[in-house]
Nanobody, 117 residues
Framework: QVQVVESGGGLAQPGGSLRLSCAAS????????MAWYRQTPGKEREVVAV???????NYADSVKGRFTISRDNAKNTMYLQMNSLQPEDTAVYYC???????????WGQGTQVTVSS
């Protein structure tokens, strides 16, 4: 059974930091492209950051220089370090595990991040 579970969300003040984690089980983690998405009410889910199987990274322009995505294949876990948080970063953050060659795509249940003073 595949499980993708996010943790680490919560309330942060503007300018503060949070670290999200995504633990995956039931998959060969190291061969999956991993990504963080976020969604706010009434808007489409948008990609925040992506990390490839070779640990190449890409970021949405809105988070470049503030967020860092990483992965630990030994722990089957992906992270998102979020610094200099802004109210516009408030959203539900979702973990995604994708393997394009066999068309596998898994989502976590989401974790709420709220940035407010």
């Amino acid at each position: 059974q595949v499980q993708v579970v996010e943790s680490g969300g919560g309330l942060a003040q503007p300018g503060g930091s949070l670290r999200l984690s995504c633990a995956a089980s039931g998959i060969s983690f190291r061969v999956y492209t991993m990504a963080w998405y976020r969604q706010t009410p009434g808007k489409e889910r948008e990609v925040v950051a992506v990390i490839s199987t070779g640990s190449s990274t890409n970021y949405a322009d809105s988070v470049k220089g503030r967020f860092t995505i990483s992965r630990d294949n030994a722990k089957n876990t992906m992270y998102l370090q979020m610094n200099s948080l802004q109210p516009e970063d408030t959203a539900v953050y979702y973990c995604n595990a994708r393997r394009f060659d066999i068309q596998r795509n898994y989502w976590g249940q989401g974790t709420q991040v709220t940035v407010s003073s």
